[in-house]
């Protein structure tokens, strides 16, 4: 078989521990048969980004504006122990985040969907996409304890000297206090990028806020999706059939149990932490989401969701097999591969991100899965395969496919 050709290069950005081994075996195994590969490589392991001061992170986000696609590996994000661990010149910052800075995107999170992994919802058929703002709110607040009675307010003092304020709270004894801030720059972003990646994706998307309470902070949010949609957005929309609603944030955790998902879900900051968590743990399995970050102007970054699955690393360091689950980490590749496809009109690379697709989906569903899946899924009979027997159950099944 020829290999499938590629026109531009995905921008590669490998990472640590455990992922950084199953990242090997996939391409090994899953990619570099079947592709005439191009990729601009970026080494994002830990030791790298000590030896470089970082910069390879930041020069493979800026790789990412010049291709518009990449695909990334899981990443260590230092600590106290980490720094300890590898020597580290610096506690470097979340790759990820820098990422994200240079980018300005929005992360959308979705399940990956098989039969015998059976969400807890009933009701859920199709994959709930979350897409978490990730600028401000309580992660940017200033924050007080207030020691006994007293007056605290808002004070906003413009350039030119002068002063607005709002009053807080007349404390008449002790209490805390919470300032927090978002930008105009940043919601428009997150607006745009949602509603690029609904159409991209040809899904609804639901927006939900709490403006009844918080009628300038929240309202704001709505009004900023409201206007941008629909100067920009809404006739496309219309004419791909999906719609945009907004709705109160209580409601919309109402309606997103009772539905049957297949939309996409845009949470402020802190809703989406804690959405994201649970949709993740709800559809069955953190080693089974996917990741992508999307920015307004149209570039791409995909990723599993879940870390570098550090105790895994551990046991392999020891000689012991591992049976991790390097789906999530497929998918990203599987995205990445597509994505390319798509924007350089290369059908049969499309096609090929669909085939691994669904190889990777038939071998669970026959039973064959890491033992993550294994203690939950409800399919009888079972099989448990190490990382690089499942990867090469994946590949048998591709061959056939294609
Ligand atoms: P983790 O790597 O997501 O793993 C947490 C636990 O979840 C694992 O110990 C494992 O449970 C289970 N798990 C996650 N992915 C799995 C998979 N593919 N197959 C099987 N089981 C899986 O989180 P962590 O251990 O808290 O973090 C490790 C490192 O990852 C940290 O240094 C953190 O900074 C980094 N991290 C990076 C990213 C990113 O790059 N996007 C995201 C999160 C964390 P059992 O131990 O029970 O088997
Ligand atoms: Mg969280």
């Given at each position: 078989m020829e290999k499938i050709k590629m026109t531009t290069p995905l921008v590669e950005m490998d990472g640590d521990e455990m992922t950084r081994i199953l990242w090997q075996m996939i391409r090994e195994e899953l990619i570099l048969p079947f592709v005439d590969l191009k990729t601009e490589y970026y080494d994002l392991g830990l030791e790298n980004r000590d030896r470089t001061n970082d910069q390879v992170t930041a020069d493979s986000a800026e790789a990412t504006k010049k291709y518009g696609v990449a695909v990334k590996c899981a990443t260590i994000t230092p600590n106290a122990a980490r720094v300890e661990e590898y020597k580290l010149k610096e506690m470097w910052k979340s790759p990820n985040g820098t990422i994200r800075a240079i980018l300005d995107g929005t992360v959308f999170r979705a399940p990956i969907i098989v039969k015998g992994?059976?969400?807890?919802?009933?009701?859920?058929k199709k994959p709930i996409t979350l897409a978490r703002h990730?600028?401000?709110d309580v992660y940017k607040g200033a924050e007080m304890m207030i020691p006994g009675p007293g007056k605290v307010e808002l004070v906003y003092t413009a350039e030119d000297g002068s002063s607005v304020s709002e009053p807080v709270h007349q404390f008449k004894g002790a209490g805390i206090v919470q300032g927090m801030h978002n930008l105009d720059s940043s919601i428009e972003s997150f607006a745009r990028s949602c509603f690029q990646y609904a159409l991209d994706t040809r899904q609804d998307l639901w927006f939900a806020a709490k403006d009844t309470i918080s009628k300038k902070y929240d309202h704001h949010f709505k009004d900023v999706f409201e206007e941008i949609y629909e100067k920009q957005y809404q006739k496309e929309f219309e004419s791909a059939g999906l719609t945009y609603f907004y709705t109160l944030i209580d409601d919309a955790i109402a309606r997103v149990i009772k539905s049957e998902g297949g939309f996409i879900w845009a949470c402020k900051n802190y809703d989406g932490d804690v959405m994201s968590d649970l949709v993740a743990t709800a559809f069955g399995s953190l080693a089974m989401m996917t990741s992508v970050l999307v920015s307004p102007q149209g570039y791409y970054e995909y990723e599993a969701?879940?870390?570098?699955v550090q105790r895994h690393y551990y046991q392999h360091l020891k000689g012991m097999e591992t049976s991790t689950n390097p789906v999530a980490t497929i998918f990203a590749w599987s995205g990445a591969l597509r994505k390319r496809g798509e924007l350089d009109r290369l059908p049969a690379l499309v096609h090929f991100a669909e085939v691994l697709e669904q190889a990777s989906v038939k071998v669970i569903e026959s039973g064959r899965m890491t033992k993550d899946l294994a203690l939950i899924t409800t399919l009888a009979d079972v099989t448990v395969l190490n990382s690089g027997d499942f990867i090469k159950a994946i590949r048998a099944e591709l061959e056939a496919l294609l």
């Open positions: 992994i059976e969400p807890y919802v009933k009701t859920w990730a600028y401000g969701a879940h870390g570098t």
